[in-house]
């Protein structure tokens, strides 16, 4: 069964770093376009990183120069690099991505994580 367990959320200050990861677990075949979204409350969740198989990346304007996406294919883990966190991005950030599983379905879904809360005070 294919599931996306993200980690590394955490109080912080503004001004420090996080580190976020998001493992696929399960008999994968391909991870499609993963990407790291958040919803702070009273808020709609929003795309906040995404990158693509070839490694192009979209960031949300509000993040752009401050964080950085990236995957490791062979461990079907993707990463969300936040630095110079300020109060703002408080949310809980949620994992996304298409993904095939292997046998014997071979099914694509879009599958989500269950969130990993992030607070940044000032």
């Known amino acids: 069964q294919v599931q996306l367990v993200e980690s590394g959320g955490d109080l912080v200050q503004a001004g420090e770093s996080l580190r976020l990861s998001c493992r696929a677990s399960g008999v994968i075949i391909s991870m499609n376009a993963p990407g790291w979204y958040r919803q702070a409350p009273g808020n709609q969740r929003e795309l906040v990183a995404r990158?693509?198989?070839?490694?192009?990346?979209d960031y949300a304007d509000s993040v752009k120069g401050r964080f950085t996406i990236s995957r490791n294919n062979a461990r079907n883990t993707v990463y969300l690099q936040m630095n110079s966190l300020k109060p703002e991005d408080t949310a809980v950030y949620y994992c996304?991505?298409?993904?095939?599983?292997?046998?014997?379905?071979?099914?694509?879904?879009?599958?989500w994580g269950q969130g990993t809360q992030v607070t940044v005070s000032s």
């Open positions: 996304n991505a298409g993904i095939r599983s292997g046998p014997p379905n071979y099914r694509y879904n879009d599958y």
């Open positions: 990158i693509s198989s070839g490694g192009s990346t």
